[in-house]
Protein backbone atom coordinates (compact mmCIF):
# COMPACT_ATOMS: atom_id res chain seq x y z
CA UNK A 1 0.00 0.00 0.00
CA UNK A 2 1.59 3.38 -0.86
CA UNK A 3 1.63 6.58 1.12
CA UNK A 4 -1.34 7.83 -0.36
CA UNK A 5 -3.64 4.30 0.09
CA UNK A 6 -2.65 4.69 3.67
CA UNK A 7 -4.10 7.97 4.13
CA UNK A 8 -7.32 7.77 2.63
CA UNK A 9 -10.29 5.57 3.73
CA UNK A 10 -10.28 2.21 2.76
CA UNK A 11 -13.54 1.88 0.74
CA UNK A 12 -12.11 5.30 -1.15
CA UNK A 13 -9.37 2.91 -1.77
CA UNK A 14 -11.80 0.04 -2.77
CA UNK A 15 -14.27 2.95 -4.42
CA UNK A 16 -11.33 4.16 -6.81
CA UNK A 17 -10.11 0.68 -8.10
CA UNK A 18 -13.30 0.21 -9.90
CA UNK A 19 -13.00 3.40 -11.47
CA UNK A 20 -10.59 4.32 -14.64
CA UNK A 21 -6.89 5.44 -14.41
CA UNK A 22 -4.54 7.10 -16.99
CA UNK A 23 -3.89 5.24 -20.00
CA UNK A 24 -6.35 2.38 -19.45
CA UNK A 25 -10.18 2.28 -20.20
CA UNK A 26 -10.53 -0.84 -17.75
CA UNK A 27 -13.76 0.00 -15.38
CA UNK A 28 -15.90 2.96 -15.65
CA UNK A 29 -16.01 6.19 -14.76
CA UNK A 30 -18.09 8.82 -12.54
CA UNK A 31 -18.40 12.78 -12.88
CA UNK A 32 -20.81 15.59 -11.64
CA UNK A 33 -20.11 17.58 -15.29
CA UNK A 34 -23.31 18.08 -17.05
CA UNK A 35 -23.43 16.36 -20.53
CA UNK A 36 -22.53 20.16 -22.34
CA UNK A 37 -19.52 20.12 -19.67
CA UNK A 38 -18.52 16.66 -20.25
CA UNK A 39 -18.43 17.03 -23.93
CA UNK A 40 -16.18 20.22 -23.74
CA UNK A 41 -13.78 18.37 -21.36
CA UNK A 42 -13.47 15.63 -24.03
CA UNK A 43 -13.36 18.62 -26.69
CA UNK A 44 -10.56 19.61 -24.89
CA UNK A 45 -8.91 16.10 -25.14
CA UNK A 46 -8.99 15.07 -21.85
CA UNK A 47 -10.90 11.86 -20.55
CA UNK A 48 -12.92 11.78 -16.88
CA UNK A 49 -11.37 9.30 -14.84
CA UNK A 50 -13.66 9.49 -11.67
CA UNK A 51 -15.58 11.88 -9.23
CA UNK A 52 -12.78 12.53 -6.80
CA UNK A 53 -14.24 13.51 -3.02
CA UNK A 54 -12.06 15.08 0.03
CA UNK A 55 -13.93 15.53 3.79
CA UNK A 56 -12.40 17.15 7.10
CA UNK A 57 -14.73 17.28 9.98
CA UNK A 58 -13.40 20.03 12.47
CA UNK A 59 -13.79 21.15 15.78
CA UNK A 60 -13.71 24.94 15.75
CA UNK A 61 -11.76 26.54 18.77
CA UNK A 62 -13.09 29.14 21.28
CA UNK A 63 -12.54 32.79 20.45
CA UNK A 64 -14.69 35.91 21.52
CA UNK A 65 -14.30 39.67 20.04
CA UNK A 66 -14.50 42.71 21.38
CA UNK A 67 -18.01 44.21 21.89
CA UNK A 68 -17.25 47.29 20.77
CA UNK A 69 -14.27 47.06 18.13
CA UNK A 70 -13.84 45.66 14.47
CA UNK A 71 -11.37 42.58 14.53
CA UNK A 72 -10.67 39.39 12.79
CA UNK A 73 -11.34 36.21 14.82
CA UNK A 74 -7.41 34.73 14.48
CA UNK A 75 -8.81 31.14 15.57
CA UNK A 76 -11.70 30.80 13.66
CA UNK A 77 -10.31 32.10 10.37
CA UNK A 78 -6.70 29.35 11.23
CA UNK A 79 -9.85 26.81 11.65
CA UNK A 80 -11.36 27.43 8.09
CA UNK A 81 -8.55 27.50 6.12
CA UNK A 82 -7.00 24.51 7.46
CA UNK A 83 -10.43 22.30 7.69
CA UNK A 84 -10.49 23.34 3.66
CA UNK A 85 -7.22 22.72 2.82
CA UNK A 86 -7.53 19.16 4.68
CA UNK A 87 -10.55 18.55 2.31
CA UNK A 88 -8.72 19.38 -0.76
CA UNK A 89 -6.22 17.34 -0.03
CA UNK A 90 -7.67 13.93 0.28
CA UNK A 91 -9.28 15.23 -3.07
CA UNK A 92 -6.33 15.34 -4.48
CA UNK A 93 -4.79 12.06 -3.28
CA UNK A 94 -7.78 10.37 -4.59
CA UNK A 95 -6.89 12.25 -7.92
CA UNK A 96 -3.62 10.89 -7.37
CA UNK A 97 -4.19 7.26 -7.26
CA UNK A 98 -6.16 7.84 -10.88
CA UNK A 99 -3.12 8.97 -12.02
CA UNK A 100 -4.97 12.16 -12.90
CA UNK A 101 -3.28 15.49 -14.37
CA UNK A 102 -6.00 17.60 -13.02
CA UNK A 103 -9.40 18.19 -11.53
CA UNK A 104 -12.55 20.15 -12.86
CA UNK A 105 -15.67 21.38 -11.56
CA UNK A 106 -13.95 21.73 -8.16
CA UNK A 107 -16.75 23.11 -4.79
CA UNK A 108 -16.30 23.37 -1.62
CA UNK A 109 -19.11 22.80 0.84
CA UNK A 110 -19.71 23.63 4.58
CA UNK A 111 -22.22 22.04 6.77
CA UNK A 112 -22.52 22.03 10.60
CA UNK A 113 -23.21 19.20 12.50
CA UNK A 114 -26.04 18.90 14.26
CA UNK A 115 -24.83 16.94 17.30
CA UNK A 116 -22.33 19.91 18.02
CA UNK A 117 -22.45 23.29 17.37
CA UNK A 118 -18.74 23.67 17.43
CA UNK A 119 -18.43 20.93 14.31
CA UNK A 120 -18.33 21.34 10.95
CA UNK A 121 -17.81 19.32 8.00
CA UNK A 122 -15.78 20.29 5.14
CA UNK A 123 -16.23 18.62 2.05
CA UNK A 124 -14.26 19.35 -1.89
CA UNK A 125 -15.81 17.36 -4.46
CA UNK A 126 -14.64 17.16 -8.29
CA UNK A 127 -13.83 14.95 -11.57
CA UNK A 128 -10.79 13.90 -12.10
CA UNK A 129 -9.79 14.24 -16.05
CA UNK A 130 -6.28 12.99 -17.89
CA UNK A 131 -5.06 14.11 -21.19
CA UNK A 132 -6.31 11.58 -23.78
CA UNK A 133 -2.76 11.25 -25.40
CA UNK A 134 -0.88 11.16 -22.08
CA UNK A 135 0.67 14.33 -22.96
CA UNK A 136 3.09 15.40 -20.05
CA UNK A 137 2.72 19.47 -18.76
CA UNK A 138 -0.68 20.03 -17.58
CA UNK A 139 0.27 18.93 -13.69
CA UNK A 140 -0.18 22.04 -11.20
CA UNK A 141 2.11 23.01 -8.63
CA UNK A 142 4.97 20.32 -7.57
CA UNK A 143 3.88 17.88 -10.11
CA UNK A 144 0.24 17.51 -8.32
CA UNK A 145 -2.84 17.11 -10.42
CA UNK A 146 -3.63 20.75 -11.06
CA UNK A 147 -7.66 21.57 -9.08
CA UNK A 148 -9.93 24.76 -10.53
CA UNK A 149 -13.41 25.17 -9.81
CA UNK A 150 -13.57 25.66 -13.64
CA UNK A 151 -16.64 24.33 -15.37
CA UNK A 152 -15.96 22.09 -18.24
CA UNK A 153 -16.86 24.92 -20.70
CA UNK A 154 -14.60 27.54 -19.12
CA UNK A 155 -11.50 24.60 -18.72
CA UNK A 156 -11.61 24.36 -22.64
CA UNK A 157 -11.90 27.76 -23.61
CA UNK A 158 -9.18 28.28 -20.97
CA UNK A 159 -7.14 26.19 -23.08
CA UNK A 160 -8.14 27.54 -26.64
CA UNK A 161 -7.00 30.92 -25.19
CA UNK A 162 -3.33 29.48 -24.52
CA UNK A 163 -3.57 28.89 -20.51
CA UNK A 164 -3.79 26.02 -17.98
CA UNK A 165 -4.78 25.73 -14.82
CA UNK A 166 -2.45 25.64 -11.57
CA UNK A 167 -4.31 25.30 -8.62
CA UNK A 168 -7.46 26.39 -6.89
CA UNK A 169 -6.66 29.48 -4.46
CA UNK A 170 -8.41 31.03 -1.75
CA UNK A 171 -8.28 33.36 1.14
CA UNK A 172 -10.44 33.53 4.41
CA UNK A 173 -11.58 35.83 7.01
CA UNK A 174 -13.68 35.26 10.12
CA UNK A 175 -14.83 38.91 11.06
CA UNK A 176 -16.09 40.14 14.51
CA UNK A 177 -17.79 43.70 13.24
CA UNK A 178 -18.22 45.93 16.17
CA UNK A 179 -22.00 46.89 17.36
CA UNK A 180 -22.87 50.14 17.72
CA UNK A 181 -23.38 51.90 20.74
CA UNK A 182 -26.90 52.79 22.09
CA UNK A 183 -26.85 56.77 21.84
CA UNK A 184 -24.95 56.33 18.27
CA UNK A 185 -28.40 53.90 17.07
CA UNK A 186 -30.59 56.41 18.33
CA UNK A 187 -29.28 59.18 16.95
CA UNK A 188 -29.85 57.44 13.62
CA UNK A 189 -33.41 56.84 13.88
CA UNK A 190 -35.24 58.25 10.86
CA UNK A 191 -32.44 59.50 8.75
CA UNK A 192 -30.42 58.36 5.88
CA UNK A 193 -26.40 57.71 7.22
CA UNK A 194 -23.79 55.35 6.58
CA UNK A 195 -22.37 52.91 8.63
CA UNK A 196 -19.37 54.01 9.03
CA UNK A 197 -18.10 51.36 11.21
CA UNK A 198 -19.71 48.62 9.60
CA UNK A 199 -18.39 49.42 6.27
CA UNK A 200 -14.67 50.33 7.48
CA UNK A 201 -15.12 46.15 8.64
CA UNK A 202 -16.90 44.38 5.43
CA UNK A 203 -14.29 46.32 3.50
CA UNK A 204 -11.08 45.25 5.51
CA UNK A 205 -12.38 41.65 6.10
CA UNK A 206 -13.19 41.17 2.05
CA UNK A 207 -9.76 42.72 1.29
CA UNK A 208 -7.63 40.31 3.61
CA UNK A 209 -9.95 37.08 2.36
CA UNK A 210 -9.00 38.57 -1.46
CA UNK A 211 -4.95 38.96 -0.30
CA UNK A 212 -4.41 35.72 1.07
CA UNK A 213 -5.73 34.86 -2.70
CA UNK A 214 -3.68 36.72 -4.24
CA UNK A 215 -0.76 35.61 -2.32
CA UNK A 216 -1.55 31.80 -2.90
CA UNK A 217 -1.53 32.63 -6.46
CA UNK A 218 1.70 34.10 -6.36
CA UNK A 219 3.05 30.96 -4.48
CA UNK A 220 1.76 28.81 -7.75
CA UNK A 221 3.96 31.18 -9.93
CA UNK A 222 0.54 31.73 -11.95
CA UNK A 223 0.47 34.59 -14.00
CA UNK A 224 -2.73 35.43 -12.50
CA UNK A 225 -6.85 33.80 -11.00
CA UNK A 226 -10.25 33.45 -12.87
CA UNK A 227 -13.25 32.91 -11.70
CA UNK A 228 -12.89 34.87 -8.41
CA UNK A 229 -15.78 34.39 -6.17
CA UNK A 230 -16.22 36.48 -2.82
CA UNK A 231 -18.80 34.52 -0.52
CA UNK A 232 -20.18 35.35 3.10
CA UNK A 233 -21.03 33.06 5.69
CA UNK A 234 -22.08 33.30 9.62
CA UNK A 235 -21.90 29.15 9.52
CA UNK A 236 -24.61 29.83 12.99
CA UNK A 237 -21.82 31.21 14.59
CA UNK A 238 -22.93 34.45 17.37
CA UNK A 239 -24.32 37.66 15.97
CA UNK A 240 -21.87 40.02 14.22
CA UNK A 241 -19.20 37.29 13.16
CA UNK A 242 -18.26 36.41 9.61
CA UNK A 243 -16.42 34.35 7.36
CA UNK A 244 -15.41 36.05 3.93
CA UNK A 245 -13.96 33.46 1.30
CA UNK A 246 -12.52 34.01 -1.66
CA UNK A 247 -11.77 31.52 -4.02
CA UNK A 248 -10.68 31.17 -7.50
CA UNK A 249 -8.26 28.87 -10.27
CA UNK A 250 -5.19 30.17 -10.54
CA UNK A 251 -3.77 29.92 -14.08
CA UNK A 252 -0.49 29.96 -15.95
CA UNK A 253 0.33 31.20 -19.66
CA UNK A 254 1.58 28.71 -22.13
CA UNK A 255 4.28 29.47 -24.65
CA UNK A 256 2.01 29.88 -27.52
CA UNK A 257 -0.59 31.78 -25.63
CA UNK A 258 -0.11 35.20 -27.72
CA UNK A 259 -1.06 33.21 -31.12
CA UNK A 260 -3.94 31.08 -29.89
CA UNK A 261 -5.88 33.85 -28.36
CA UNK A 262 -5.39 35.90 -32.07
CA UNK A 263 -6.77 33.01 -33.83
CA UNK A 264 -10.01 33.00 -31.09
CA UNK A 265 -13.10 34.06 -33.43
CA UNK A 266 -15.32 34.91 -30.62
CA UNK A 267 -19.45 34.29 -31.66
CA UNK A 268 -22.52 35.56 -30.41
CA UNK A 269 -25.13 32.86 -28.62
CA UNK A 270 -28.56 33.39 -27.99
CA UNK A 271 -30.03 31.32 -25.47
CA UNK A 272 -33.46 29.70 -26.34
CA UNK A 273 -34.51 28.63 -22.92
CA UNK A 274 -37.56 30.28 -21.06
Known amino acids: ?15 LK ?6 SHEGIFTSDLSVNEFVMVRKANFEP ?63 RMEWDQDILEFMAIGTAIAHRSGASGFKG ?11 GQDFWMLLQAGYR ?19 KSMGNVGRNTEMEQFTQAMYDARELAMERMQREAHEAQADGITGVQLHEGSHNWKPHIIEFFAVGTAVKAMENADALVDGLNPQLVIPVND
Not at 4 to 14: F, R, S
Not at 18 to 23: A, C, D, F, I, T
Not at 166 to 182: D, F, R, T
Request: with cysteine; charged share 20%.
Open 1 to 15: MTDTQEQLAPHAVER
Open 18 to 23: GLRSQG
Open 49 to 111: LGLVVGSCIYHMGIQYGNWNQNMEMDVLSQAMYQARELAISRMEQESILLRADGIVGVRLEVK
Open 141 to 151: VNGKPFTSDLS
Open 165 to 183: PMEMVMGSCVYHVAHQGLL
